[in-house]
Each structure stands twice: as structure tokens, then as C-alpha cells.
């Protein structure tokens, strides 16, 4: 979609290694705009509140594990309310747009980014982009009041519709410019926020007083730098179904295997968690991971042995596992993308039941009962739970109060716990992976007693690949909050 620009992030540094990556403003390119009150000093919600406004200095680090002799290292603008607005309650024409594949919590952000507006800044002009991007130009709006996303929370998916792909940058910004709108709410994944950093270089080379904010959604967890995506509390919980009910037939049957599959394209998230939740799980496979089946050391000796001991097995798989070994198979794997340039994966569960099928029923001639559950669809459908609710509400009002105070370009996300506004840029450029060095890994490999399933020689490439990195642990697969 374009190459990086210098106007996505400005970098501060001070005194002993200080470096604040900071997000851009209305009046970096539009000197001399007006600011207003913040309405939330007549708040009656924000009275009981000591300290009603951020301090414009107030930043949060984004490593919180140092040494004596650290560098302060690099920093983030911490979210909030402003003491001094840059938009009119009364001019404010809002708009919400929802791009990419379903997850829960969709809802809960477009009710909280629609409720704050209005009970916090009295804004009461928001409109629905119903079906993504390409709803700027190729679809009605609708207009997001209160009492009609009142009760959307308890819905799975979202009320606005959405699609992949569809990214027209000049399309999208004239729809922007004819519509009257002024600030632009795009909630979505990695793709999803390059399309909305274009679109922020085009409103600004544009001079518009447009602001472009959005949430970070992906239920793989795969976003950096944030603690967590919303929505992966809720899959990790669904999927608990799922391995529950792969459990209970596997118990029932005589060398009873279930393998369950679920999402994790480029990032094992979900199963290394939904595995360490579960405790029933005896195998968890993740793209990160490499993994092998036939000889020492690989998936099938693993199995016949469980079996053997426990007379039954559960294997959790991301759907991103394996794919290099499907690709050996079938030249054409891999080749094919989706609207949004993600590569279509194989059904690698699938695959992996037939494999342990033909091994143990055909070579071995031992008879198994193997059951194979895909639950991915059914997860990313349901209503998020309590705790992605409240994580839901906390993003969506932290996006509202940088909006209105003019910052752009920007995503709203809690780094270390605190809530902070970040770059685009630096939520694009990489994707978080579960790291196999770290004290998470090991202790899923605790759990379920399962081998590393890489050869001598892949053990030794990755431990010279890894040797020297900082691999610290935290509950979110992240480098910053280590517990032992």
C-alpha cells in the first residue's frame, strides 16, 4: 500500500536515552487552530476524579524491565483526556468503520466509541461505514445514535458489516470530505491500519482538520508492542469448548485421539494459551514451533507413546502449524491470497488427522478413534466476554479523548498496563510471535510433557538463530513483564 512516511511518528529524545515516539497532531500541519474547554470539567461522571486531564509530559515506557545502568529506552504518549480540546462538541461529525474478519468485541468497541462521544463530549453526529473500506464509496451510512447500539455488546460480530480489502484511497477521502466528516474511527488488524495510515497521508496532504484514530483488532494476538488484542481473552475462553469436547471423546474410546484446531495464522497464541488453560491438552503445535512426523523425536512416536501410557490423547494445532510440510506436499499451497494479502492456508488439522490415520491404521495396523473439531468460526463469532468488555470500553474512550484533543495518525492500545497512544507505524511494522526460548513456551512444555519436535540439527540452528536474544517472558507473549 505505500512505503513508511516520516509524518506517521515523531521521535523526542531527552536526557539519558529518553526517546518518546509520538504521534502526530492536528497542528503539525494546521497552525493556529482554536482549542475549547474540555466539556468534561462539567462532567458530573468525571467529578469524583482527583486528576481530571493527563499531564502533557505524562509517557509510558515501553520496557519496564531494566537494569541499574539502563537507558530510560523508548516512551509512548499516555491516553486520556486533555485539559484543552480542538474540536466543538456542536461541529464534530464522527464516523466508525469495521474492516477484516470478525472477532468478539467488534460491537463493544462501535457502542463505547459511540456512547463516549456523546455522554462525554455531547457529540451526537456519528455515522456507521457499513461494510469496510469500500463502504465510503460503495454503500449507505447509517447514523450510530445511543439508544440504537445500546444494547450491541451482546451480539457477536459487528452491526456495521465488513469486508477485506476495497482499500481506494481517494475514493475514501472525497467520501470523507463530501460527508462532512472530521473524525474517523477505523478499528482493525495490521492490514486494516495501513489502509488507515494512507488514508491519514492523504487527509494530510490534503490540509483537512480530519482525524484518523484507530484500535488495533486481531484475535491471534499477533499485534506488537501492545499488551493484548481484544478479543483473544474471550477465543482462548471459547475455545476451551472445543478442547473440552475433544477431550470427553478421546477419553470415551479405545486409543482415542481428538485434534482440535484453532486460529493463529502466523502466531500460536491462542492454542499455547487455550493449551495451558485447558491441562488436557498432551501436544500443542504452533507456527513458530517446526515440527515433524515420521522417526525420533516427531509427532508420531509422541503419540504412540501417549497412548500407550494414558490410552488416549488430545492435540491442540494453530492453523498456521505445519504449512511448510503441506507446501512439500502440494506445489500450489500457500500461493493463493485472500483480498487482503493474506496467503490461504491449508487445512493443516485436516491433514493432520488424515496423516496419524494412515500411520497407526495402515502401518501400524492399530486401530485408533481419532475425532477432528474446527471450532475457528464459531469463536470469532460470539459476543466478547467480561474481561474483553471492559478492555473494549477502556480502548474505544481512550480513543475518543485523543481525537478530540487532536491527535491523529494514532492507535489507541495499553502498553505495561497504562493506556498509551501509538504510531501507526509502529504497530505495522512487525508481527508479535510467541518466542520458543521463552519461560511461556516452557512452561506449556511442562504441561503437556510434549518433546520440542525439532531434529538435532534444527535445535542447533535455533539456538544459535535465538542465542544472545532477549527473551524475557510475560503473560501476554510480550518481552516487558517477566514473572518467574
Not at 494476538?221 to 477431550?247: C, L, M, Y
Not at 507413546?305 to 500457500?334: D, P
Request: hydrophobic content about 35%; some cysteine.
Amino acid at each position: 500500500m505505500g512505503t513508511e512516511s516520516k509524518y506517521q511518528m515523531k521521535v523526542v529524545n531527552g536526557d539519558f536515552g529518553y526517546v518518546l515516539e509520538d504521534v502526530p497532531h492536528l497542528t503539525d500541519y494546521i497552525p493556529n487552530l482554536p482549542t475549547y474547554d474540555n466539556p468534561l470539567q462539567s462532567n458530573p461522571a468525571y467529578s469524583v476524579v482527583k486528576q481530571y486531564f493527563v499531564d502533557m509530559d505524562d509517557t509510558v515506557p515501553q520496557k519496564i524491565v531494566v537494569h541499574k545502568d539502563s537507558q530510560r529506552g523508548v516512551h509512548f504518549r499516555r491516553a486520556g483526556p486533555r485539559q484543552k480540546v480542538y474540536f466543538n462538541s456542536d461541529d464534530v461529525c464522527a464516523c466508525i468503520v469495521t474492516c477484516g474478519g470478525l472477532c468478539p468485541g467488534l460491537n463493544t468497541v462501535i457502542r463505547e466509541i459511540v456512547h463516549s462521544l456523546d455522554y462525554m463530549y455531547g457529540v451526537d453526529k456519528v455515522l456507521g461505514i457499513e461494510g469496510g473500506y469500500r463502504g465510503f464509496y460503495a454503500k449507505n451510512t447509517i447514523n450510530l445514535t445511543p439508544k440504537l447500539v445500546n444494547d450491541i455488546h451482546k451480539r457477536g460480530g459487528t452491526i456495521l458489516g465488513t469486508s477485506r480489502g476495497g482499500h481506494d484511497t481517494k475514493k475514501i477521502v472525497d467520501s470523507i470530505q463530501d460527508h462532512g466528516i472530521n473524525q474517523v474511527y477505523i478499528i482493525g488488524g495490521d492490514g486494516t491500519l495501513k489502509g488507515a495510515a494512507i488514508i491519514y497521508e492523504e487527509i494530510r496532504r490534503r490540509g483537512l482538520k480530519v482525524v484518523v484514530a484507530g484500535i488495533p483488532k486481531t484475535i491471534d494476538n499477533d499485534i506488537p508492542i501492545i499488551d493484548k488484542s481484544f478479543g483473544f481473552d474471550t477465543a482462548v475462553e471459547e475455545a476451551q469448548r472445543a478442547i473440552n469436547a475433544a477431550h470427553v471423546e478421546a477419553q470415551s474410546a479405545e486409543n482415542g485421539i481428538g485434534v482440535v484446531k484453532l486460529m493463529g495464522r502466523y502466531s500460536g497464541f491462542i492454542a499455547m494459551y487455550a493449551t495451558l488453560a485447558s491441562r488436557d491438552v498432551d501436544c500443542c503445535l504452533i507456527p513458530e514451533s517446526p515440527f515433524f512426523l515420521d522417526g525420533s523425536g516427531g509427532i508420531f512416536e509422541f503419540v504412540k507413546k501417549r497412548l500407550r501410557e494414558e490410552g488416549h490423547m488430545v492435540i491442540v494445532i494453530a492453523e498456521g502449524a505445519g504449512q511448510e510440510l503441506l507446501a512439500a506436499e502440494n506445489s500450489n499451497a500457500g500461493s493463493e491470497q485472500d483480498a487482503s494479502g493474506n496467503k490461504l492456508l491449508q487445512d493443516v488439522g485436516l491433514w493432520l488427522s488424515h496423516k496419524i490415520r494412515d500411520h497407526f491404521e495402515k502401518k501400524l495396523k492399530m486401530p485408533i478413534t481419532l475425532k477432528y473439531i474446527d471450532p475457528t468460526y464459531m469463536i470469532r463469532a460470539v459476543p466478547s466476554n467480561a474481561s474483553d468488555n471492559v478492555y473494549c470500553t477502556i480502548l474505544a474512550q481512550s480513543c475518543v479523548h485523543g481525537a478530540m484533543a487532536g491527535y491523529t495518525g494514532f492507535t489507541s492500545g495499553i502498553v505495561n498496563g497504562r493506556q498509551t497512544y501509538l504510531p501507526f507505524n509502529r504497530i505495522t511494522e512487525k508481527q508479535n510471535n510467541v518466542v520458543i526460548t521463552d519461560r511461556m513456551w516452557a512452561r506449556l512444555l511442562a504441561s503437556t510433557n510434549q518433546p520440542s519436535f525439532l531434529s538435532t540439527t534444527r535445535q542447533h540452528s535455533q539456538s544459535q538463530l535465538l542465542d544472545g536474544d532477549d527473551n524475557e517472558s510475560e503473560i501476554t507473549g510480550k518481552q516487558n513483564t517477566s514473572t518467574a
